[in-house]
Structures are given as structure tokens and as C-alpha cells.
């Protein structure tokens, strides 16, 4: 089966640092997705890792540990156009079946 | 560029009466297609994907089902809704084989059940 975790809400600075975090167990697991959401938008594409280490795009950046089935998102130098639902998701079954989490809502304060 | 469509983008049923949500891709050939149900405030709950036409695999049983009639065509239909499955509906489409699967969301439709 897959089952995915992250935590509901999380709340922070502008200017600041967060980090979202998510826990997975995956049959055939082959990568990790981030997406963002604003509210009634559709979700986003932000990043994805396939191998352990992270990876860096700008101001976020995407962490994957597959021996611990851990991975999370890292967004710096906080903007109020950041408050969003960031969701993970993990890519399996051959690489056509991706899964998400139930989403994590980022609310960033001044 | 690829672009994907979705329609209606808003829609109210009663319960019981039928339902056909459709999405088309363009741009773009042979994508994997998928369904998604979002509660409100919740995540994203996957319904259904096809990876070509005719070809379609269902995640959870349910009253809906969906068909791919033609390869940038994908739909999602009821025979009889319930109050459950009110949500708001997205269509994705990715590029098979790259291993990314980065999912390329349409605007979604939001059905209200009453």
C-alpha cells in the first residue's frame, strides 16, 4: 500500500525558515515530489528527487533519505506569497503512479 | 505548449443523478492521465490513471469510473452520485518515461452534491 505523512499546519516569519517534513512507506517507491497549492488553484510542480541528498532550486530546497523513507521540503528567505499547501508525493509503480500526502498548510506571518 | 482543459469548471448535482466530468490534453502525445479528488481542506485523493487509451487502472472502489476514449481524452463519470463526492475534481497529465512523473494539473472542477 502507500501511506504518506506530513504535518497538517505549519506557521512562520517572513523572512524566515521553514522545513516540511514527510514520512512515506511505498510499495515500489522511485522518487519524491513537492507540489504547492494556493488556495482554489491547482496544485504546482517544485521539485522531485529520485536519489538521497538534496536538492536545490532557488529559495526551496528538497531533502529524500530512502533508507529512512524521509524526506522534506526547505523553503528560505520566507515570502508572504509562500502561504500555500505544499503537499508531498511519491512516485511508484514505474513511474506512473504518484501518490499524495495530505498536504501541509503554510501560513507565513509578518 | 501543452496545454490541459477541464470542464465544467463549477457544478451542482442532486444526489442520485448522473455525472461526466471531461478533461483533454493538448501539445502533447500519449500522456499518462489521471483523476484526483480533493475534499475541502484535505489532500489529494487519487481515483483513477491511464498510461493509453482503454487502459485504466482504479486506486479506490467506488461509484465513479473512467474512461479514455481517445489519447488526450480522459473521463470521469457517476451513475448515481452521492453526497460524498462532493470535492473538487483535477485532471493531471505527465510524460511517461522520464521518471520525474511531473504532474501537470487542469483548473479543476468543483461539484457540490446536494
Known amino acids: 500500500g502507500q501511506s504518506l505523512e506530513q504535518p497538517s499546519e505549519v506557521t512562520a516569519v517572513e523572512g524566515a525558515i521553514v522545513q516540511i517534513n514527510c514520512t512515506y512507506q511505498t510499495s515500489g517507491f522511485y522518487g519524491l515530489s513537492w507540489y504547492q497549492q494556493h488556495d482554489g488553484g491547482a496544485p504546482t510542480f517544485l521539485s522531485y528527487n529520485a536519489l538521497d541528498g538534496l536538492e536545490e532550486t532557488g529559495r526551496f530546497s528538497s531533502f529524500l533519505s530512502r533508507s529512512d523513507s524521509y524526506g522534506y521540503l526547505l523553503l528560505q528567505e520566507l515570502q508572504m506569497k509562500d502561504s500555500a499547501s505544499y503537499f508531498c508525493?511519491?512516485?511508484?509503480?514505474?513511474?506512473?503512479?504518484?501518490?499524495f500526502g495530505i498536504g501541509t498548510k503554510l501560513q507565513v506571518i509578518p | 505548449s501543452q496545454t490541459i482543459h477541464q470542464w465544467p469548471a463549477t457544478l451542482v448535482q442532486p444526489v442520485g443523478s448522473p455525472l461526466s466530468l471531461e478533461c483533454t490534453v493538448e501539445?502533447?502525445?500519449?500522456?499518462?492521465l489521471y483523476w484526483y479528488r480533493q475534499a475541502a481542506g484535505r489532500g489529494l485523493q487519487l481515483l483513477f490513471y491511464s498510461v493509453g487509451i482503454g487502459q485504466i487502472s482504479s486506486e479506490v472502489p467506488q461509484n465513479l469510473s473512467a474512461s479514455r476514449p481517445q489519447d488526450r481524452q480522459f473521463i470521469l463519470s457517476s451513475k448515481k452520485l452521492l453526497l460524498s463526492d462532493s470535492g473538487f475534481y483535477l485532471c493531471?497529465?505527465?510524460?511517461?518515461?522520464?521518471?520525474?512523473?511531473?504532474?501537470?494539473f487542469g483548473p479543476g472542477t468543483r461539484l457540490t452534491v446536494l
Open positions: 493531471a497529465w505527465s510524460t511517461p518515461g522520464t521518471g520525474l512523473n511531473e504532474q501537470f
Open positions: 501539445g502533447t502525445s500519449n500522456p499518462n
Open positions: 508525493a511519491t512516485v511508484s509503480g514505474g513511474y506512473q503512479k504518484v501518490t
